[in-house]
């Protein structure tokens, strides 16, 4: 059933959708625009290397990315027409109802994708932190306990989402002139969304201390200098880019654990969005790509170290051939 209505008192609901557009298309085109800075990279770090296990992660994260700013940009842009749409908006309490909704996009399945790319995408970041936690302690014993901590913390997440998904109820709004559709949780929406992220949260905050204890371990242990400086660099560029990660992370949740208050501003979904996309899909891959960017940096020195040392040496003995350069 359609509810039309021209009553002023659905104005605020109105004004947070258009307030909350301007932060979710300033996300997607963050995301995008990030894409082309770091395409350069990505081609001659990701595309042209071997491939592996982390090429496809990186990949399928970076991408998932794109299509959900697409998604964003295709639904909130007004000049953009689409068929049957309906607006977006993120949680909020701002309605003329006890109950919890949600405005949401272009229709259920879209909702119900980009809420699974979302729990797809925090998966394969989470596989990604394993690997790096790996490199770094390199015991078989602490990957089986993380993939093991990472199965148990994406079922459970998986659990909830569907739970969640499973008591909608939608209804189609037209308020003053604009097609919205609203969708009910019912009354458990609260706990079961604060489990969820609960499950993310103390998976995120693992992975930080053990990152942070073996990184501390091996820079008291460092007492060779030659050596030490490589490893010391390794550890340092892997826990700088977990520990910018993880401080996004933060506001995520912190912004997520706040759509429990009963108050919240209109501009809090879009902030939300805003820090969400740029710690999945900016700095997510960036895990990768900053890992792989240090190793090429390392390369390179060392080859200019050898040709360096390889023209010292000719020098010295006096030895030239022509196909040397």
Request: glycine residues 4%; hydrophobic residues 50%; aromatic residues 14%.
């Amino acid at each position: 059933m359609t509810l039309v209505s021209n009553d002023p008192i659905w104005w605020p609901s109105i004004n947070s959708y258009r307030i909350a557009s301007y932060f979710v298309v300033a996300a997607s085109a963050g995301v995008m625009y990030d894409w082309v800075l770091t395409f350069g990279h990505e081609v001659e770090l990701i595309w042209r290397q071997h491939w592996s296990l982390m090429t496809g992660l990186y990949l399928s994260a970076r991408y998932l990315g794109i299509i959900y700013a697409i998604i964003g940009l295709l639904i909130y842009v007004p000049t953009i027409s689409l068929t049957d749409a309906v607006s977006i908006l993120h949680r909020s309490q701002s309605f003329p109802s006890n109950q919890l909704h949600y405005h949401i996009g272009v229709s259920h399945i879209v909702y119900v994708t980009s809420n699974s790319m979302i729990t797809v995408v925090n998966a394969i970041l989470g596989v990604i932190m394993i690997a790096r936690l790996h490199a770094m302690y390199q015991r078989r014993m602490m990957l089986i306990f993380l993939s093991a901590i990472l199965l148990s913390v994406t079922i459970a997440s998986g659990v909830t989402i569907t739970i969640i998904t499973m008591h909608m109820s939608e209804e189609e709004f037209v308020l003053s002139g604009t097609y919205q559709c609203y969708v009910n949780f019912g009354d458990n929406t609260n706990l079961s969304y604060s489990i969820y992220w609960m499950f993310i949260t103390a998976w995120e905050v693992l992975a930080l201390c053990l990152a942070i204890w073996i990184a501390v371990k091996h820079f008291r242990e460092l007492q060779r200098p030659s050596p030490g400086w490589i490893i010391g660099d390794c550890f340092t560029a892997l826990t700088k880019s977990h520990l910018v990660y993880f401080v996004s992370f933060v506001a995520v949740s912190c912004f997520n654990f706040g759509y429990l208050s009963p108050t919240i501003s209109a501009i809090y979904p879009g902030l939300t969005q805003i820090f969400l996309l740029v710690q999945l899909f900016v700095l997510g891959p960036r895990l990768i790509l900053s890992v792989r960017e240090y190793h090429a940096k390392r390369v390179a020195n060392s080859d200019a170290v050898s040709g360096m040392t390889s023209i010292s040496f000719q020098e010295r003995v006096h030895v030239s051939t022509s196909s040397s350069v």
